[in-house]
């Protein structure tokens, strides 16, 4: 099955947050590297801190995603059981 284009869109959006992703990474080993020792507790706990937001607002959005998916397959089948036979095969093709 081709991609469409709003399938490539997603994924150049996707490679856009990996490298963003990366960036961030790197960036957050340069800080642990320059933080003096004495603050290094106060550093991790931030850290830590965001993270689990992070993953929170993850969540969040994953099952925000599954509802969205779950109602638009929900309302995509109560429009093809409405639909004349002649239109549902054309649906189908």
């Known amino acids: 099955m081709p991609l469409t284009s709003r399938d490539r869109i997603f994924l ?6 990996k490298v963003y992703l990366l ?6 080993i340069i800080f642990v590297l320059v933080t ?3 603050q290094m507790h106060a550093a991790t706990s931030v850290i830590g801190i965001v993270l689990c937001v ?5 969540q969040q959005l994953l099952s925000f995603i599954t509802i969205l998916d779950l109602e638009l397959s929900r309302l995509s089948t109560a429009v093809a059981r409405s639909l004349p036979e002649e ?7």
């Open 54 to 58: 992070m993953f929170w607002v993850t």
């Open 23 to 28: 960036i961030l990474a790197v960036g957050m």
């Open 36 to 38: 003096p020792m004495n």
């Open 12 to 17: 150049q959006a996707v490679d856009r947050l």
């Open 87 to 93: 239109q549902r095969r054309e649906l189908l093709r």
